[in-house]
């Protein structure tokens, strides 16, 4: 995962959508670091073919585009729900430093496309995912080249099982 991320992890996570080969696509993050630092992004992509597709997509302006397209109610609740599953996976009594915002810890709009995409791919119900996912798999899009990276990842099927370091 090291590699995948670039760095060591530092704390806790799960691969919860490989490829069919067992690839690691995202992992879903602890809330907190191994230090305590709240973690507001919950869910990651780590492939790298589609981390590279969708910055090309923010490159190209998809960040305002996204916002621009994305109904705002929709993606309000999308936060709200990403938030809330979040925090509920902290434990009751947890009294110090805790993640705030939704999606890539932002509580309003879009900062990163590659979040919202790996929740979505996660089964997490993501308006921006989804339009990102929509312009990964457009034959007219500048990800057209990726298209097969956005077919090969099985959306929603997710695997529970202890990330390792």
């Not at 302006?61 to 999308?78: F, I, M, N, T």
């Amino acid at each position: 995962m090291a590699e995948l991320l670039g760095r060591p992890p530092q704390g806790d996570f799960e691969v919860v959508v490989r490829r069919a080969g067992g690839e690691p696509v995202v992992i879903r993050n602890a809330a907190l670091l191994d230090d305590g630092t709240p973690m507001p992004t919950r869910f990651w992509l780590v492939d790298p073919a589609l981390r590279a597709a969708v910055g090309r997509l923010e490159a190209a302006g998809g960040v305002r585009r996204a916002e621009a397209e994305v109904d705002p109610a929709a993606l309000a609740a999308a936060h709200d729900r990403y938030r809330d599953e979040r925090d509920a996976s902290l434990a009751p009594d947890h009294w110090g430093p805790r993640p705030s915002g939704g999606v890539g810890g932002t509580r309003t709009g879009v900062k990163c496309l590659h979040a919202h995409y790996a929740w979505y791919l996660a089964g997490g119900d993501d308006p921006v995912g989804a339009w990102v996912d929509a312009r990964l798999r457009d034959p007219s899009s500048d990800a057209t080249r990726h298209r097969i990276c956005a077919d090969s990842v099985p959306r929603g099927t997710t695997v529970d099982n202890r990330g390792e370091r």
